[in-house]
């Protein structure tokens, strides 16, 4: 079952070509990554999917209903957490739901209700009644989820909902995502510049520029992208060795970093220059490396 | 039904939370205020006093006027600054949490308007009763029941008239800076538009021409013909028409345009053709634009 497709899609603001005919499809109930730089596109592709931002060119469908044309379907069924926070400073979490709710003619009875629900995967409870604009940024975003997640939507579509925030409330946005694949249908659709938030997507599309560069599992990309290393500190003269023997390697942080097609080739590494190592660690390619290989940049510049 | 009452309480909370957009929809009408008590009061009374001797009822009769004239001033400043929380919702982008969720369109629009409406009756009718209170203490007398509904009927259509045009004017503005300027534009010039810095029998007839087919003419017309009834019964009772009708002329108590005095039917046609006409643009500026 799909639950987005798009299909050749292209948006341009003026002179600016922000999406280059992209094309990708969304499993229901799966989770699904849009990676990519700033400026990539990421946040433009989101806005047509949810029906805010018209298009130029190309067909999407979101659960079966056609992008342009079955619109008010879609809104009722999806749940999105912008980029930039959007609810209102001036009320509290719990007015600003209450309003949201009525959109869905979501009664206050079965709010509370849903409040409560929303609760067991987000903790709002203890802030539910303090102004939104008061709240610090980890619960803010906290409260822009339990807003999207208001009509229990079918698509739960979060752009950079990480993006600016401290490792711990990073940390319980991750739970949450898992927790909600683990015990609701819903299909999460997710932007992030970071790769290490992707690791568990079902499907990563990589865009960067408005063109789609890569996609497939983490695991795929990592396998084709990325290449395993050896990392080592040495006890003496190993690079003048690894000179020798002509094996390319690297200097990061005073370790010596070596490249090889999979581990086990690492270990051999390891067993033939034993003697020159103190110690060493054998690093699976990791996804930034990904992007890196691909377009021949970071993905996120220091 | 639930989704407007909704989105209108909310609008009216944001409005009323946020002090200092309380204060400045205000603000106009506290710096008249202010240089009425501080010189332009005196500058009138002594002024009528030349003219008419020092005849009985004149601090109540230019007390009200200015207080008319205060009424319509904020049936304009209000308004514009509720509806602020439109051009917000658009610059930080709340609007399109709105735009993303299942609810007609339409009544997101109306609801913008409605909290207009709703707030500046609120806030008029307050000022109206600080007014009273104002007049009061000059040497006036209370409104009665029948003026007051009659007063705040027109302070409802000028609030509506007002509302209708600042929502098509917002319909273009993108900034919350751009919609400063506009606040602070239509803040400077209202005290001239509505004749109350300078008196409009003395501007020149250009000048009155254009500000007599604007509704603020209409609108502070009807409202200090209302409010100043028993001032003018006590000051000009003793004296020739003529006199009145000078006095009527150049402090804006009529409404000619040419040679063509309108009647009180006629201002009132003319803030509902007024209201009409910006409804009817702003319906068809968001039938092909969001918000
Ligand atoms: N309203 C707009 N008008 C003009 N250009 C725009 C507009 N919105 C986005 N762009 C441009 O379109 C391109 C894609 O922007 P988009 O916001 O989709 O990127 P993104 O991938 O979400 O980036 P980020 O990670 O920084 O959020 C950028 O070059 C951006 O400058
Ligand atoms: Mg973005």
């Known amino acids: 079952m799909i639950a987005i497709k798009v299909d050749n899609l292209v948006k341009n603001y003026g002179e600016i070509e922000a999406v280059k005919k992209i094309s990708f499809t969304v499993e229901k109930n799966s989770f699904f990554a849009f990676l990519g730089p700033n400026g990539a596109g990421k946040s433009t592709t989101i806005n047509i999917i949810s029906t805010l931002l018209n298009h130029d060119d190309g067909d999407i469908s979101v659960l079966d209903n056609i992008v342009g044309k079955n619109d008010s379907e879609i809104r009722s069924k999806i749940g999105v957490v912008f980029q930039n926070s959007m609810l209102d400073d001036l009320l509290t979490v719990k007015e600003n739901l209450i309003v949201r709710a009525s959109f869905y003619s979501i009664d206050k009875l079965r709010l509370l209700k849903r409040i409560e629900e929303i609760n067991e995967y987000l903790e709002i409870n203890s802030f539910l009644n303090q102004r939104y604009g008061e709240l610090s940024g980890g ?33 319980d946005i991750w739970e949450l995502i898992d927790k ?33 560069v890569a996609q497939g599992s983490s695991e795929e990309l990592r396998l084709k992208y990325s290449k395993d290393r050896v ?18 390697y690297y200097i990061m942080n005073d370790t010596i970093n070596i490249t090889v097609d999979g581990c086990f080739k690492g270990i051999d590494i390891v067993e033939k220059y034993r003697e020159h190592i103190r110690e060493f660690e054998i690093l699976r390619g990791d996804m930034d490396d990904v992007f890196l290989n691909i377009t021949g940049r970071k993905l996120v510049s220091e | 039904m639930t989704i407007l009452f909704q989105l209108v309480r909310r609008n009216m909370r944001i409005y009323l939370r946020d002090r200092a957009t309380v204060f400045f929809s205000f603000l106009s009408v506290i710096i008249i205020l202010l240089l009425y008590i501080l010189f332009l009061g005196e500058m009138q009374t002594d002024s009528l006093i030349q003219h ?39 610059s930080n982008g709340t609007i399109n949490d709105f735009y993303v969720s ?22 008029v009718f307050f000022n109206f009763v600080i007014g009273q209170i104002y007049v009061y203490f000059n040497g006036g007398e209370f409104l009665h029941f029948i003026p007051i509904m009659q007063l705040l009927g027109v302070v409802m259509l000028s609030i509506v008239s007002f509302s209708s045009f600042f929502f098509y004017i917002s319909l273009f503005i993108k900034t919350t800076n751009a919609f400063s300027i506009l606040g602070t534009i239509v803040g400077t010039f209202i005290g001239f538009l509505g004749g109350i810095y300078i008196p409009i029998g003395i501007l020149s007839d250009n000048v009155q021409f254009v500000m007599n087919i604007l509704p603020t003419a209409h609108s502070v017309t009807l409202l200090r013909n209302i409010y100043m009834k028993g001032a003018i019964d006590v000051v000009f009772s003793g004296t020739p028409d003529e006199v009145f009708d000078t006095y009527s002329m150049i402090y804006g108590l009529e409404v000619n345009i040419g040679d063509f005095g309108l009647n009180n039917i006629h201002l009132l046609f003319g803030m509902i053709i007024f209201a009409v006409i910006f409804y009817i643009l702003s319906v068809i500026k968001l039938s092909n634009s969001k918000l």
Not at chain 1, 146 to 161: S, T
């Open chain 2, 102 to 123: 299942p609810i007609n369109r339409k009544i997101l629009a109306l609801s913008y308007l409605i909290s207009s409406w709703i707030i500046g009756f609120v806030m």
């Open chain 1, 231 to 248: 990392k080592i500190i040495p006890n003496n003269n190993l690079e003048k060795i690894l000179k020798e023997d002509k094996i390319d």
């Open chain 2, 52 to 90: 008419f001797g020092d005849i009985e009822g004149i601090d109540w009769l230019v007390s009200a006027w200015i207080m008319a004239g205060i009424l319509t001033v904020s049936t304009v400043t209000v308004p514009l600054t509720v509806l602020g929380t439109l051009i917000q919702d658009r």
């Open chain 1, 180 to 212: 909600l694949r683990k015990e609701k249908e819903v299909t999460i659709f997710l932007t992030t510049h970071y790769m290490e938030e992707v690791l568990d997507a079902n499907k990563v599309v990589i865009i960067d520029e408005g063109v789609i």
């Open chain 1, 139 to 171: 619960q803010r975003r906290k409260a822009d989820i339990a807003r999207a997640l208001i009509n229990w939507p079918e698509i739960l579509i979060l752009d950079e909902p990480t993006t600016g925030l401290d490792p711990k409330s990073r940390k």
